[in-house]
C-alpha cells in the first residue's frame, strides 16, 4: 500500500486484522480462487475494449470470484472487512 493510504497502521497491522476474518479453511480456500479470479477479470475487461465478446467473460468472472468471497464469509461466521474499511480490497490482494 502506498504510505499515505495506511491510516497511522503499518503494513503488518492491517494483515493482522485481515488476517482474523480468514481463519477458516473453507474461506481461506474461496479466497485462494476468489481473489485471483477477480483480477483476471480486470484484465478480460481490458481487452474486452478490443473484442468486445469478451465483456461477458470479464463480467462473468468478476461475479464468479465475488460470489467465492461471500461463500467463504458464510462459512467463516463474520463479514469481509471491506464492508468496514475498503482499503482491505487493496490487503486482500496483497496477502493472496
Not at 46 to 64: D, E, I, S
Amino acid at each position: 500500500m502506498l504510505p499515505g493510504m495506511l491510516g497511522n497502521r503499518t503494513s503488518e497491522q492491517w494483515i493482522a486484522q485481515y488476517s482474523t476474518s480468514h481463519q477458516h479453511p473453507v474461506n481461506r480456500l474461496c479466497h485462494t480462487f476468489g481473489i485471483p479470479t477477480i483480477l483476471v477479470s480486470a484484465a478480460v475487461f481490458a481487452a474486452g475494449f478490443f473484442l468486445h465478446r469478451l465483456w461477458w467473460l470479464a463480467l462473468t468472472l468478476f461475479a464468479l470470484g465475488w460470489i467465492l468471497q461471500f461463500i467463504g464469509h458464510a462459512f467463516e461466521g463474520k463479514p469481509p472487512e471491506f464492508l468496514h474499511d475498503w482499503r482491505f480490497l487493496f490487503v486482500g490482494v496483497r496477502c493472496w
